[in-house]
């Protein structure tokens, strides 16, 4: 009684490390997909197999951090984290995954930032007025010296499909120079709804450069 348990075969699994690659593809039906990661193909043949207990609410083409490990001899990740604007372009991710597209120049307030993980949220009414649902990403790099609470001017821009911001600014400095009366950000007014529309006409250019 009891033995059936210490007959069955052992699971051999060996930890790689932490590594950064580009969600390839995923099959939901199938319950499995890929990770592309240049660093682990130099020694390993083939992409990271990820099994759908570990893909989460990541999308195809997203950039993750992802724990390495062989199960069985089996290249695998697990336990991934958001890793957006920290993973360069990967041999084999679907092309145009990186590409960039400016929405305009939008003022919000950051809501939360993680220092431990490197990133947080701005909240921007108007970008949801225009349809683009939940709050803006905001990732270490372009957090600049702003913490949470600060009124800030943002370039709103879509990244491999996910709504992000760079280029923070005072909102009290944009808003100014343009002789707009910044409101409170509990509820925007008729005026900055119209400084909105203002900067969206603008070209990419002249939309960075009312910003310096």
């Known amino acids: 009684m009891g033995l059936q348990g210490k007959h069955a ?33 130099h020694q390993h043949d083939g992409d990271v197999y990820l099994h759908s207990r570990h893909i989460g609410d990541f999308k195809v083409g997203q950039e993750v951090k992802f724990q390495a490990y062989l199960h069985n001899g089996r290249l695998q990740g697990r336990e991934l984290q958001d890793a957006t604007g920290m993973v360069g372009p990967q041999t084999g991710a679907a092309p145009g995954l990186d590409t960039e597209q400016e929405l305009g120049v939008f003022v919000g307030k950051i809501k939360n930032y993680n220092h431990e993980k490197g990133f947080g949220f701005i909240v921007c009414e108007a970008l949801n007025l225009q349809g683009y649902q939940g709050d803006v990403f905001l990732h270490s790099k372009n957090k600049g010296t702003f913490e949470a609470g600060d009124e800030v001017a943002f370039m709103a821009v879509l990244r491999q499909g996910k709504l992000q911001g ?33 900067m969206s006409d603008m070209d990419p250019a002249a939309k960075r450069a009312r910003m310096y």
């Open 9 to 41: 075969a052992p699971i051999n699994q060996e930890v790689l490390g932490e590594f950064y690659g580009i969600v390839k593809s995923y099959n939901p039906e199938k319950g499995f997909g890929f990770i592309v990661c240049d660093a682990l193909k």
């Open 166 to 198: 760079k280029d923070l600014q005072a909102a009290s400095a944009v808003l100014g120079e343009m002789g707009i009366m910044a409101p409170t950000m509990g509820g925007m007014g008729g005026s900055m709804m119209g400084m909105m529309g203002m």
